[in-house]
């Protein structure tokens, strides 16, 4: 290691630099607050002396809600693809990210103005309009980042031959196909589309929250393995910047992972961002209650080093799991394996339930099951010397 000689004291002028980022970036984001206040009471001022002309242009006559609403999402979608292509044009120093943002927030600004006064008629008035004006906007953006970043991000795609190898490997494993395999394929299809329908309300609003606050594709997908060894793509919310293993590869997430937005971490605390694995399971490559689904490139080196795992890929995996209910986010994959093979045995709609069951009580109020011995004393606080472990087992390192 070399040693430098000591640097003079640095000048009170270049002391001083880095304080006036900050304070450069609040002027400029004052400056930004008061034009668009302006330009909001212009909007308003505009909007109320043409509204009669706007009326009539309009049209109030027509009697199919579905009709209406939907001219007002098309009228939505294309005024805020002017704001966008105009915000593109913006003469000043902002990245594509911002100048979508701007975008949103003039669409989202002229739904506001017109759902404030549709609001005479009544709340329910105001919702209708708030809910397509912002639908149409939102999917004015959304089809714009598609056409720049992609709807999907694949994070970290494993090259063809670890695919291969991996789906080579489980060629001499028999996959369960029992009656109550079929039966339960037939109730995880149902209860997907089910939660999909339901899910909705709470999809939506999360997803426009999450695009806001990092513009990009809406999704991403990491390759895991399902049933039989082969590889399918594993949706969830992007909760992670974009690009977060562009530099580093595929490595397993900590629980104070910087490149999860803030955001990103509650939803992942609350196992929401899993909500597009609905399709998944719909699709017929996961189901709702199996072993947790485990990226392609992590299976290649357990496959070396922890016999007998290719077993666990019998079954198709699941939402929810034996290791997830009763293991916790520092088990080992050997220790995963012993729950996984437990589980396949012991399958059935009663075990199923329980599972699931636990599972949303552990995701939405942090209540587990009650462990018994050795699962007493694994789950104790021992966080760092037990995630320790666990992550250089990911990694292959152990």
Known sequence: MTHSSPQPATPPRDRQQPAAQP???R???ALGLAIYTLLTLAAFGVFLRYIEQI???YGYDIQNSALQFGLLFAIYLTFTTIALLAAMRLPMRLGTESRMRIAFVAGATLTVIVAWYQSRHGAISFVNYMTVGTLGTFAAVALATTRRYGLVEVIARPPLEIVAAVRDAHAGIPSARGGYDRAKRLLDGLLAIAIIAISLPISLPLVIALWLQDPGPLLVAKVAVKRGGLSFRQLKLRTMVKDAEVATGPVPAAPDDRRVTWLGGLLRRTHIDELPQMLNIAWGDMSLVGPRPERTVFVHRHLSAVPGYARRHAVRPGLAGLAQVFGDYYSTP???LRYDLLYIR???FSLDARLF???????FLGIR????GRERALARPHSADRFD???RALRGEE
């Open 389 to 391: 472990k666990a992550y």
């Open 346 to 348: 012991r399958r059935g």
């Open 55 to 57: 009326r009539r242009f």
């Open 27 to 29: 002027q400029r984001f």
């Open 369 to 372: 099951p009650r462990r018994r």
């Open 23 to 25: 304070t450069g970036r």
């Open 334 to 336: 050997r220790e995963k």
């Open 357 to 363: 069951g636990s599972a949303l009580m552990v995701a």
